[in-house]
């Protein structure tokens, strides 16, 4: 296994996370990696925490910006990347020491595979494990499952165009991403394992979104992706049913946001075209 693996660790007032994240890099079992640490305009101690990694390990690269967001900032990474396979870890995360290895070799005996990703566990303020299904194109394009920490070949990024800069609100590039590559028939494999451990804290960025910023990119999302929505659109429909039923004490407001879902880009109702092909 010669190929390289670029580690991108974008950062963005990380101090108090990212010196276990670059020990979770070392302490990985796979060894031919570089790690590209890019600090995304952060006004903590972070570029120092960083430096000391870049002096005694050279397969360490640090890079720093004004704050631009995490699409542009992963980009930037990626951009000075040399490796053949990426692999995005935030700052507050921990690879597990066997994933760059069982990826790879899922690479190096499968070359029509482009993605690979599993399973998770939580750390911080909450703790167990986060299983994450294999990937349906339908159901990644009604919501997003994957997290951002999954090893891909760098090409797929080239073909897509990288991550989404323009989203209305930083938070989803990697939901884009994954419907990007959906779109083109990328292969992903998925490992019934934990590949890495997901920090919960109060101050995460996803959990700074309020419903306006959620809906704002899901808008973007289904506007961008209108096509794809409109073919899948009874499945979309069944797959929000059945999230429904599990969740039946708010059936009533789920079925108003699913309607005025399709009204909004389909132009019609789905629950009354729904019941007319019953």
Known sequence: MNALLSIIIP???????????????????FRHWEAIIVNDGSTDDTETIALNWVKNDDRFKYFTKPNEGLGKTRNFGIEKAQGTYILPLDSDNLVATDFAQDAIAVFEENP?????????????????????DAYDFKKILAANYIDACAIYRKKCWIEVGGYDENMPYQGHEDWDFWIALGVLKVQFYHLNKITFHYYVSKKSMIRSFNASMQQANNDYIFKKYSEQCQQHYLDLFLLYQNAEHQRTAQLKSEKFVIDLFCKTFFGFSIFGLYKTKK
């Open 11 to 29: 950062c963005y007032n990380a101090e108090a996370t990212l010196e276990a994240t670059l020990k979770s890099v070392v302490t990985q079992n």
């Open 112 to 132: 029509q595979i482009g993605v690979v990703y599993g399973h998770a566990r939580y750390f911080g303020e909450k703790q167990g494990l986060w299983e994450v």
